[in-house]
């Protein structure tokens, strides 16, 4: 099979190789973090930056491993990973304790994994409380009460 691509493609698709390796715990920092699992192909993809004509976006370190340097990372993939979290972070907070919320209202035995109508309406009522509060205010009348409940 033969594939041809653009630089601005290829630079496209190392973007991506890169994006994927660092939802998967991989830190173009450190060599060790790269998941086995994905290595072989990021490495193919990575060599291949040079003749793609984007030989200025891969390093190799001192084993000889291709890696994303900072012309990828900075940039355009930052901003998309900073977004990544951010809104990985507040989707996360705000599920968790609406959960912990409605599991409270209703006692831990009678939260199942199928909701009755009553409850998807007050979960989603929670919810709404959350992200209207963290919305206006961040996290800055977030409080957590050591030991438990106060």
């Given amino acids: 099979m033969k594939v041809s691509f653009t630089a601005k493609e290829y630079t ?7 994006l994927g390796l660092w939802v998967t715990g991989s830190r173009p920092d450190d060599p060790a973090t790269m998941p086995e699992r994905y290595a072989e192909i990021a490495q193919k993809t990575y060599a291949l930056a040079e003749p793609f004509g984007c030989a200025d976006l891969v390093e190799t370190d001192v084993n000889g491993q291709l890696f994303p340097n900072e012309k990828l990372t900075d940039g355009p993939v930052r901003d998309k990973i900073d977004q990544f979290v951010e809104d990985a972070f507040w989707s996360e907070l705000v599920t968790r304790l609406t959960e912990r919320d409605l599991r409270s209202e209703l006692g831990p035995t009678k939260l199942s994994d199928e909701l009755d109508d009553a409850q998807t309406q007050r979960l989603d ?3 709404d409380g959350y992200w209207r509060e963290f919305e206006s205010k961040g996290v800055d009348h977030l ?3 050591r030991g438990g409940r106060g």
């Fill in 12 to 18: 496209r698709l190392l973007e991506l190789v890169h």
């Fill in 125 to 127: 009522e929670i919810e």
């Fill in 143 to 145: 409080v957590v009460l």
